[in-house]
Each structure stands twice: as structure tokens, then as C-alpha cells.
């Protein structure tokens, strides 16, 4: 059966990755030192990347850290009717971003670990490239995408995935309906977990800066969905409600974020449409403005940056300081800030 989703028909993206050319194609992308179609690039301390600096015929040759594989990128479904979702706790960075009617999807990192299966997998938007950029060569596995879309998929600098490229990475689940029961099975794309390296998002993690205010919980709303994080002092974590209930994986574990940050950015219109004719948002991650960071029972004010889609974003306290993350899972919820403000 071919992949359909609903949410832009039963357009995908061009087959131009079998299983053995994919292999091939990490390895390739890999042996390269993770280069892209951007020109020779590294990474820098932050996320940012720059033209790797040629070495001399008179300099003595210094040993290099072989660079870390690529990331690992899900989009995950998270209609009610996807609901439960599968490997989300496993992740190492949750992104959630609005869709078309209001609703909300999610984008998962995977570098530290892989779980068996991730899912239901759905399809792309454009602000996933705009949000990809500050990683290397990520693999993105996903369902499909609008078609005037492709094009700008396939010149992305990044490995992208679906079922067509690769069926043996992904399967359908019995429990539910299509097109919510689309599953990945990450090990097949990526074999080994790239590590914490692979991250290059920007973030920095260590104890909690001073200031803060004490905080329960914090609900975060879409037109159409609603994220709520509970602190549990027990768990040290946030917990995750959606729409007013308990976010539980398939295997019945809670899922629970170490660090949550409320990103205000610009939401507006995007130049896609839905097949029912409905505008797709564009959500804008490079620019700047306001956040609100939840760690440790506290909320944080906070300044976010990212001046360029391949820098990762900078979080700064009111006084210029790194902002600082808990270490374990993050989520990102990408709000739009009020007034259609909040990057520029």
C-alpha cells in the first residue's frame, strides 16, 4: 500500500534513495566529513558552521576528531488519532510546531540513543528545512510532502527519507488507522547513535543560572491544541499533557522533559496549501526574541538568537548570560508571539 497522507494527498517525494544507496550515501556523506551542498562545511562551538580552513604545506599535521554521523530527525504525528506515540522518550530534542487548522506536529532528534521504532511518522513542512539547517547533513525520515515542496526538500542539505526511498525502514502498525500508523524503524537509517556531538542546536546545559521564579505548571496553546508541562518534584522532570491529557508512549512510559522552552517566534502563511486548500504556516526560527525556559521547578526569562539558518539558537538570561538546560530531554514548543512578532 502506498504511504498516503492526508494532510496533502497522496503526493511524496521523489524515489531517488534505495536502502543500498542511502547506506551508501552516509557513508559517503560521512567519509567527507559530513559536507553539504553548501560548500566544505564544520562545526562550530554553538551550532554555527563555517568553511572548514585549508592547512599549509609548511604546517606540521595536528590529529582530527573524526566528525560525528548524522542526526536523526522524526516527524511525528500528533493528531489525537495518532495518539499514543512510539520512541518519543528516547529523544533528545523535541521540537513542536503549529500545522494547518491549528493543530500541532513534532519533529524528534535522535544522537544519543535509538529506540527499536519511532512514530506514526508523518509528513514535512517548509519550516523543517529553515529548522534543520544548524545540524550537518541530518536524516530526516518522513511520510511525504506537498508536492511544489519537493523540490526544496531534494536541494536541502540534508538526507531525507520515505517509505518509497526506503520500505525497509518503515512499516504499518495494526492498532490504528492510516494514515496514523506509519512507524520507522530508526536503526536502519542511522546504525549507531552519533552522540551528543551530532547536536549542534546550540544549547548549553549545566546548573541553573540564579533568578527564576517558582512554577507548577505551564500550558502553552495553539489554535486548535494545547501543551500542558506538570513539575513533578519526584521525577525531576516536566511532565507532558496534550490537549488536556497524559502523555504516555506506547510502551506506557510518561513522557517527561528535563528543560521546556516556550519559544515566541512569526507564524505566518507560507506559499503551500493543504488538499483542502488550507495555508500552511511557516514557522521562523532564525531571528530573535523573547523564551521562557522551565527547569528545576522555576521558569526562566530568556532571550533567544539565531542569526542564520546553519547557527544554532543562542538563550540568554536578562542580564547576557547563557541561559543554562537541565540535562536530559528538551522540548521546544515554537509559539507564535503575540502580535505576529518575535524574530525578525
Not at 492526508?6 to 567527507?32: E, I, Q, V, W
Not at 509528513?123 to 529553515?130: F, G, M, N, P
Not at 526506503?166 to 500508523?181: L, V
Given at each position: ?8 494527498g ?30 566544505a ?30 542526526v ?45 521504532a ?40 540534508l538526507?531525507?527519507?520515505t ?26 537509517l ?26 507548577k ?8 491544541a ?5 513539575w ?30 516556550v ?10 496549501h ?30 533567544w ?8 539558537t ?31
Amino acid at each position: 500500500m502506498t504511504p498516503v497522507d492526508k494532510a496533502h494527498g497522496p503526493r511524496t517525494r521523489r524515489s531517488t534513495f534505495g536502502p543500498a544507496l542511502l547506506a551508501a550515501a552516509l557513508a559517503l556523506g560521512l567519509a567527507a566529513g559530513c559536507t553539504s551542498s553548501r560548500g566544505a562545511l564544520q562545526d562550530k562551538p554553538g551550532g554555527s558552521r563555517s568553511p572548514t580552513a585549508s592547512t599549509s604545506a609548511s604546517a606540521s599535521p595536528s590529529p582530527r576528531t573524526p566528525p560525528p554521523g548524522p542526526v536523526l530527525a522524526v516527524k511525528i504525528d500528533n493528531a489525537p488519532a495518532a495518539r499514543p506515540p512510539t520512541g518519543l522518550d528516547a529523544a533528545d530534542v523535541v521540537y513542536a510546531e503549529q500545522v494547518e487548522g491549528g493543530l500541532s506536529r513534532l519533529m524528534a532528534l535522535y544522537a544519543t540513543k535509538l529506540p527499536t521504532a519511532v512514530g506514526p511518522v508523518r509528513s514535512a513542512r517548509e519550516s523543517d528545512l529553515e529548522l534543520l539547517g544548524q545540524f550537518t547533513r541530518p536524516v530526516l525520515a518522513f511520510s511525504g510532502a506537498q508536492g511544489k515542496l519537493l523540490p526544496l526538500i531534494d536541494r536541502a542539505p540534508l538526507t531525507a527519507v520515505t517509505p518509497e526511498e526506503s520500505s525497509g525502514a518503515f512499516y504499518r502498525g495494526a492498532d490504528r488507522a492510516a494514515p496514523h500508523n506509519l512507524f520507522l524503524r530508526p536503526k536502519t537509517l542511522v546504525p549507531s547513535p552519533p552522540g551528543a556531538a551530532a547536536l549542534t542546536t546550540g544549547f548549553r546545559y549545566g546548573a541553573a543560572p540564579p533568578g527564576g521564579t517558582p512554577e507548577k505548571t505551564r500550558s502553552v496553546r495553539f489554535p486548535a491544541a494545547r501543551f500542558t508541562f506538570t513539575w513533578s518534584p519526584d521525577r525531576a522532570r516536566w511532565l507532558v499533557a496534550m490537549d488536556g491529557r497524559a502523555s504516555v508512549t506506547s510502551g506506557g512510559r510518561r513522557v517527561a522533559a528535563a528543560t521546556v522552552v516556550v519559544q515566541y517566534v512569526t507564524v505566518r502563511g507560507s506559499r503551500f496549501h493543504d488538499f483542502l486548500g488550507n495555508t500552511t504556516p511557516y514557522t521562523r526560527t532564525v531571528g530573535s526574541g523573547r523564551a521562557t525556559v522551565l527547569r528545576d521547578g522555576r521558569a526562566f526569562d530568556a532571550h533567544w538568537e539565531r542569526p542564520t539558518a546553519t547557527d544554532g539558537t543562542r538563550f540568554t538570561t536578562p542580564d547576557g548570560a547563557a541561559m543554562t538546560f537541565a540535562p536530559g530531554q528538551v522540548w521546544v514548543v515554537l509559539a507564535a508571539a503575540p502580535g505576529g512578532g518575535g524574530s525578525r
